[in-house]
């Protein structure tokens, strides 16, 4: 069974939008990154729960915490670091996630060891909150490959998120990354890369083999859409064609939806059905 996640605030950064969104294209699971341009690692407690109660209301679940935590150096003062962590452990309690994405440092493609340490400081904070942490693959940071993600491996009870588009930006070889990641990771982002020109694209357009990826899925998994797709404010005055082709739209909302409608589409392609609102399967 898989079920779809998104990035809300790709559609919109107040609350009202997130929503509508997600409604519109019968999502029910949200990973929260950000709502009135205010990142979730800076939410007070207040504004959590008056945001939780809404949510709620509204049927949406926070299925995970979209937070930055860990794109910081790896020399940081991880005592004082730690209080941040707590601080995003506080908030995911709050929406009633036991799911928080992080990264594993900057600076650090030399100091391994180090990486393995602060990350196990981390998980361990986590642990007493009842979250586990989620690593996901990105540029710059220590675990952008796979050889080094599988280095993270070391460090107790961390989890891992696998995101294609990620992986191309950084010329890992992705029949690589889809045969010894992608069948063991934990959950899924959505996004694609055309490698030749760093073009971020729907899902399929571009060179994150993601068909294979849905192909490689084991069990029940959730896959979350992050479109990062290109909008072009002045598209109503230019020839509509060219720019479909180039994948811009006209608002965050159509490029939302559309990144939405090109993973639906590789689902039906691989043989999956929408059997009830957010689930999929063969």
């Given at each position: ?257 559309a990144a939405v409608l090109a993973f639906k ?8 059905k929408n059997t009830e609102y957010d689930i999929?399967k063969k």
């Open positions: 069974m898989i079920r779809i996640c998104a990035f809300a605030d790709e559609a919109g950064s107040d609350l009202k939008k997130q929503i509508a969104a997600l409604k519109r294209n019968e999502i029910n699971l949200l990973e929260l990154r950000g709502i009135d341009g205010v990142n979730v690692s800076e939410f007070t407690t207040e504004k959590a729960k008056e945001y939780n109660k809404t949510l709620k209301a509204e049927g949406i679940e926070v299925w995970s915490i979209g937070s930055p935590l860990g794109k910081v150096s790896v020399d940081t003062d991880m005592n004082k670091y730690l209080e941040t962590v707590k601080r995003v452990m506080e908030t995911a309690n709050i929406f009633g996630t036991d799911k928080v994405r992080v990264f594993s440092f900057f600076n650090a493609y030399d100091k391994k060891d180090k990486v393995i340490e602060n990350l196990g400081k981390m998980t361990e904070t986590a642990k007493s909150f009842g979250v586990c942490l989620y690593h996901e693959n990105e540029k710059e940071i220590y675990g952008d490959i796979c050889e080094r993600v599988s280095d993270l491996k070391a460090v107790d009870g961390l989890k891992f998120v696998y995101d294609p588009a990620n992986f191309v930006q950084c010329g890992q070889d992705m029949k690589v990354a889809v045969e010894t990641l992608a069948p063991y990771a934990d959950y899924y982002h959505v996004k694609d890369v055309i490698s030749a020109t760093g073009e971020v694209v729907p899902s399929g357009h571009g060179d994150g083999k993601t068909k294979e990826m849905i192909e490689c899925v084991r069990g029940d998994k959730v896959f979350t859409i992050e479109p990062h797709l290109a909008v072009f404010e002045g598209y109503k005055n230019i020839d509509k064609t060219e720019l479909k082709n180039k994948f811009a739209y006209r608002s965050a909302g159509e490029a939302f939806d589409s590789q689902l039906i392609a691989a043989g999956y999929w």
